[in-house]
């Protein structure tokens, strides 16, 4: 079982930069492929990024690629998301995602594939 507890969201201006933070409970942290979905009103939950258990390998979505960056450090079971020149369509609730993984390099884009979510934090991008 893992625990996710996402942090970091707020209200920024277009242009600007957040950090969002999810800690994991447990001690096997460093086994677990990472992802951010995120989820506007009216809208389905898409896939922002994704990141394998190493840390070396990562993918995103083509509408975040180039301004946002994921990266995380096992020592502190705690995964990041670096928002930058943030969009007032990046506006949705962030919610942090684990699957275990036996497997170095393995990255996850699709919401089924993950068994393990946090609640979510709000971001909210004002033109």
């Known amino acids: 079982q893992v625990q996710l507890v996402e942090s970091g969201g707020g209200l920024v201006q277009a242009g600007g930069s957040l950090r969002l933070s999810c800690a994991a409970s447990?001690?096997?942290?460093?086994?677990?492929?990472m992802g951010w979905f995120r989820q506007a009103p009216g809208k389905k939950r898409e896939f922002v990024g994704t990141i394998d258990r190493s840390g070396r390998a990562t993918r995103y979505a083509d509408s975040v690629k180039g301004r946002f960056t994921i990266s995380r450090d096992n020592a502190k079971n705690t995964v990041y998301l670096q928002m930058n020149s943030l969009k007032p369509e990046d506006t949705a609730v962030y919610h942090c995602?684990?699957?275990?993984?036996?497997?170095?390099?393995?990255?996850?884009?699709?919401?089924?594939?993950?068994?393990?979510w946090g609640q979510g934090t709000q971001v909210t991008v004002s033109s």
């Open positions: 995602t684990a699957e275990a993984s036996s497997t170095d390099g393995l990255v996850l884009t699709r919401e089924h594939e993950y068994d393990y």
């Open positions: 447990g001690r096997t942290f460093s086994s677990y492929v």
